[in-house]
C-alpha cells in the first residue's frame, strides 16, 4: 500500500543543491552544403533544472556525448562567468562560482598528484593547505583517520608512484586523489568519471567510499559511464541527459516505471537505467531525435514509437492524469534547441479529456520560470516530487535503505504516481554522520570565512617543503644539469687553455665567452616538461583555492635558487683558474648565476603557455637561436640596422655576454698585438665592440638581468592566472 500523501506539509530539504534553467551556449563552426564555414550558436545544455539531495549521491549518466561533464561543471562553478545561464542555490542561498568553490571540491578523471610523496605525506600536504588553523598534531589525526576511512593504511607509507615508479595501484591512487580533496569536509563534493581506468573490483571500493562521504552528510554528485549493477545499487539520485537535454531525472528504482510510462517494456535480466539510455540513442538516430524522450520529461507526453518500438505501444494507452494536457485536440511544439541544423522539429498531438483544474503554469514539471522562486516546497511539487510523511509501516527500498539519505520507494503513491516520482520523503534525522568525514561540516557554506585556509607566507613555506622533498626524491633534473655544465666546464678548459696571444686567441677567448651563455640558456631548457607535467597538479589544487597563484610563483623560484647558484659555481671554479681569467672571481660567479635564473625565469615562463612540451621545446630553441643571433657576438648593436636594434635589447644572453668580457677586458693590460705589431690592450677590445669602458656599468649588468628575471617571473604569475585554469570558455 503506499503512502498517504500531505500536500499541506512542506518538504524539508535543507542543504541540498538546487539548480534551474541552466543553459550554456557555445558558437561552432559547420560545414554548410557548399563547403562554406558557417558560425551557430548551439545549446550544451539546454534549460536544465533539478536538484541534487544531500547526503545522497546523485549520479548524471547519458550516452556519450550528453553533456555529463559540462553539467558537472557548470554546478562546480568551472564555467566562465557569463557563458552560463540559470541559477544554482543551496539551503536558499544563490550559489556564485566563487561560494561554491568555497564550500565544494572538485575530482577530476585524471589523478594529478605528485608521484615521488608518499599516501601519507600527500594527505599531510592537504592538511596543511586546506586546515590551516589546525594544529601540527591535530593535522596528523585527521590525516590517520582519512586513511583508515579510505582503506589505504596499507599504503600508509608507499609511494604514489608513476609509470616510471611503482606506487600504489589504480584504485588506491583514486582514493587518494578524492581524499586530498575532502579532508576539509566540503559540503559538495564533485567527480567527474571517479571509476574510470579501474577494474570493476577498484571501481566498486572506490564508490563505495563516496557513498560513505554522502551519508556523512555532504551532497555528492558524479558523472559515470555504464557502471555495475553493485555500483547501481550505491546510486540514490539519478539524472539522465541527452544531447544537452533532461532525459529522467529521479531514483534509479523509478526508471522501469518511467519506462512503463512511455510505453517501453524493459526485457528480462537487463538493467532499467542501461535499457532507458538505449531508448534515448535510438531516438536519437531516428527523425524524432531525442527531443520525443525530452517532451516526455517536460510535459509527459508519449513519445511516437520507433521501428520495432511499435509493437510495445497499445493505441488506448493513456497518461496518468496529473500529467495529461488540457483542452481537446490540443497541439504542442516541442522544437529542438541545442542540436545542430541537422535537428528536428517534432509535432507532438494529443487527444484528452478536458481537465479544467490542470494548472498551467507546473504542466510542464521542469518549467520553473514562474515557481522556482518560490519556497523549497513549491519546488520539489512544481517539478512533480510529492512529500509524503513518512511512517514506520513502510516497506524499505533497496535505494533508500541506508541512513544519511532521502528514502525512495518503488511503491507507487495512490496507485498513480507522477511522471518523475518516487515516493519522496525528507527527515532530518536521516542525516547521519557515522564516521569522521562531515564533523558537522564545521564550516557551513553560508559563512564560508577567508577565501584562502592560510598566508601568503603560510602557503609559500608549504609549498617550498614540498618543491624540496620532490627535488630530494627526483634528483635527476638537478643532477643532470650539473653533471652536463660539469663536463662541458672541463671540455671548455682544455680548449681554450693557453690562449695565443693575438687576434686568434683574442676571438678563441670571446668565442669562450659566447658560448658560456649559450651553455647556460640551453641548461634550462629541461624545465619545460618538468613544468608541464606540474601544471596540471597546479590547476587541479588551486582550483578550489588550496592557495594562491603568487605564492606558488614565490615559493618556485626560492626554492631552486640554491641549485641554480651551485650549478653556476662548480662551472665557475672549473673555468675560472684553468684558464686563468681576470677580474673579480665573484662578479663572474654572479654573472653565471644571473645568466641561469634569467634564463630559467624566461623557460618558466614560455612553459606556462604552450599547450605541450613539443611545441614549449619548439618556442624555446626559436628564442635561443634569435637571443644568440643578437647578443653582439655576430654584430654589435652599432652595426646593427635600425628596425632591430631592440632584439639586442630584449635577448637574454646580451647582458652575461657584455657583462663577462667587461669583467675579463676593462684594463690598459695587453692581450696580444695586431698585425702591425701594436698592442691589443683590454679597453681597445671592448671599444672595439662597442661596449661601455666604465667599471660602474658592469653591475648595470647584473641589474638588468635580475629585472628580467624579475619581469619574467611576473609575466609567469599572470600566465597561471589567465591560462592555468581548469574552466570552460
Keep these: 500500500m503506499g503512502h498517504v500523501v500531505d500536500i499541506g506539509k512542506p518538504v524539508n530539504y535543507t542543504g541540498g543543491l538546487e539548480f534551474s534553467s541552466l543553459t550554456y551556449r557555445v558558437t561552432k563552426k559547420i560545414k554548410d552544403e557548399n563547403g ?53 542555490s543551496m539551503g536558499g542561498l544563490d550559489m556564485s562560482p566563487s561560494l561554491i568553490k568555497g564550500s565544494s571540491a572538485y575530482i577530476m578523471q585524471d589523478d594529478r598528484l605528485f608521484p615521488m610523496l608518499t599516501v601519507y605525506e600527500t594527505f599531510m600536504f ?17 590525516v590517520e583517520r582519512l586513511i583508515e576511512q579510505l582503506g589505504l593504511s596499507s599504503t600508509r607509507n ?15 591512487r583514486r582514493r587518494v586523489s578524492i581524499g586530498v580533496d575532502i579532508i576539509h569536509g566540503p559540503s559538495l563534493l564533485f567527480l567527474d568519471e571517479p571509476t574510470s581506468g579501474l577494474d570493476s573490483t577498484s571501481a566498486h571500493s572506490v564508490i563505495e567510499k563516496v557513498h560513505d562521504i554522502a551519508r556523512a552528510g555532504s551532497t555528492v554528485i558524479l558523472t559515470i559511464h555504464q557502471p555495475s549493477h553493485r555500483i547501481q545499487l550505491l546510486i540514490d539520485h539519478l539524472i539522465i541527459l541527452a544531447r544537452g537535454q533532461l532525459m529522467y531525472q529521479g531514483a534509479p528504482n523509478d526508471v522501469s516505471h518511467h519506462l512503463v510510462r512511455m510505453g517501453r517494456k524493459v526485457p528480462k535480466n537487463e538493467s532499467s537505467i542501461e535499457h532507458l539510455i538505449d531508448v534515448i540513442q535510438q531516438y536519437d538516430q531516428s527523425e524524432l531525435g531525442v527531443e520525443a524522450v525530452a517532451a516526455f520529461a517536460l510535459t509527459g507526453m508519449k513519445p511516437p514509437p520507433i521501428g520495432a518500438a511499435a509493437h510495445e505501444m497499445s493505441a488506448s494507452t493513456v497518461l496518468p492524469s496529473p500529467a495529461r494536457p488540457s483542452h481537446r485536440a490540443k497541439h504542442q511544439v516541442v522544437e529542438a534547441q541545442g542540436r545542430d541544423k541537422s535537428s528536428k522539429r517534432l509535432r507532438l498531438q494529443t487527444h484528452a479529456q478536458d481537465d479544467t483544474g490542470f494548472d498551467h503554469s507546473v504542466r510542464s514539471p521542469w518549467n520553473t520560470s514562474k515557481s522556482w522562486s518560490a519556497s523549497r516546497s513549491g519546488v520539489l511539487q512544481s517539478i512533480g516530487f510529492s512529500p509524503a510523511r513518512r511512517n514506520d509501516h513502510r516497506s524499505p527500498s533497496v535505494m533508500g535503505s541506508s541512513p544519511g539519505c532521502y528514502a525512495y520507494s518503488t511503491e507507487i503513491v495512490q496507485s498513480t504516481p507522477t511522471p518523475h516520482s518516487s515516493d519522496y520523503t525528507v527527515n532530518e534525522n536521516d542525516y547521519l554522520t557515522p564516521n569522521d568525514f562531515a564533523h558537522d561540516i564545521n564550516h557551513s557554506f553560508h559563512d564560508l570565512g577567508p577565501k584562502f585556509a592560510n598566508s601568503f607566507f603560510s602557503e609559500t613555506w608549504i609549498l617550498m617543503r614540498r618543491n624540496f622533498i620532490n627535488i630530494m626524491r627526483t634528483p635527476e633534473l638537478f643532477l643532470s644539469r650539473l653533471v652536463v655544465l660539469s663536463a662541458m666546464g672541463i671540455m671548455m678548459a682544455t680548449m681554450f687553455l693557453h690562449p695565443k696571444e693575438n687576434l686568434q686567441g683574442i676571438t678563441n677567448r670571446l668565442s669562450f665567452f659566447i658560448f658560456t651563455c649559450t651553455l647556460f640558456f640551453f641548461s634550462s631548457n629541461d624545465a619545460v616538461p618538468a613544468f608541464i607535467q606540474e601544471r596540471f597538479v597546479f590547476i587541479r589544487e588551486t582550483s578550489h583555492n588550496k592557495y594562491r597563484a603568487s605564492s ?42 644571473m645568466s641561469l635564473l634569467s634564463t630559467n625565469s624566461f623557460v618558466i615562463f614560455v612553459s606556462s603557455v604552450v599547450p605541450n612540451y613539443i611545441l614549449g621545446y619548439a618556442a624555446v630553441i626559436a628564442f635561443t637561436a634569435l637571443f644568440f643571433l643578437f647578443c653582439g657576438y655576430f654584430l654589435n648593436s652599432n652595426d646593427m640596422p635600425n628596425y632591430w636594434k631592440w632584439m639586442n635589447y630584449v635577448s637574454t644572453m646580451t647582458y652575461p655576454y657584455e657583462g663577462l668580457l667587461m669583467n675579463q677586458y676593462q684594463t690598459n693590460e695587453s692581450f696580444g698585438k695586431d698585425p702591425l705589431g701594436r698592442d691589443v690592450t683590454g679597453f681597445g677590445i671592448l671599444k ?35 591560462f592555468s585554469k581548469n574552466q570552460r570558455k
Aim: charged letters at 15%.
Design 36 to 88: 562554406k564555414w558557417l558560425s551557430q550558436e548551439v545549446d550544451l545544455l539546454h534549460q536544465i533544472t533539478g536538484y541534487a539531495p544531500k547526503g545522497c549521491i546523485t549520479a548524471v549518466m547519458g550516452p556519450s556525448g550528453a553533456g555529463k561533464s559540462t553539467l558537472l561543471d557548470g554546478l562546480a562553478g568551472r564555467i566562465a562567468s557569463g557563458s552560463l545561464r540559470g541559477k544554482v
Design 552 to 593: 606558488y610563483t614565490i615559493a618556485g623560484l626560492v626554492t631552486y635558487l640554491p641549485f641554480l647558484a651551485l650549478q653556476a659555481a662548480v662551472y665557475a671554479v672549473i673555468v675560472w683558474f684553468a684558464l686563468s681569467l681576470r677580474g673579480p672571481f665573484i662578479y663572474f660567479l654572479v654573472i653565471l648565476f
Design 158 to 172: 608507499t609511494y604514489i608512484g608513476d609509470e616510471g615508479t611503482r606506487g600504489v595501484s589504480g584504485g588506491e
Design 126 to 142: 592537504a592538511a596543511d593547505f586546506r586546515l590551516g588553523s589546525l594544529s601540527r598534531t591535530e593535522k596528523q589525526e585527521k
Design 688 to 722: 672595439s665592440l662597442n661596449i661601455s669602458l666604465d667599471p660602474t656599468k658592469k653591475w648595470e649588468k647584473v641589474y638588468i638581468m635580475l629585472g628580467w628575471a624579475v619581469f619574467y617571473r611576473i609575466l609567469f604569475y599572470i600566465a597561471l592566472r589567465l
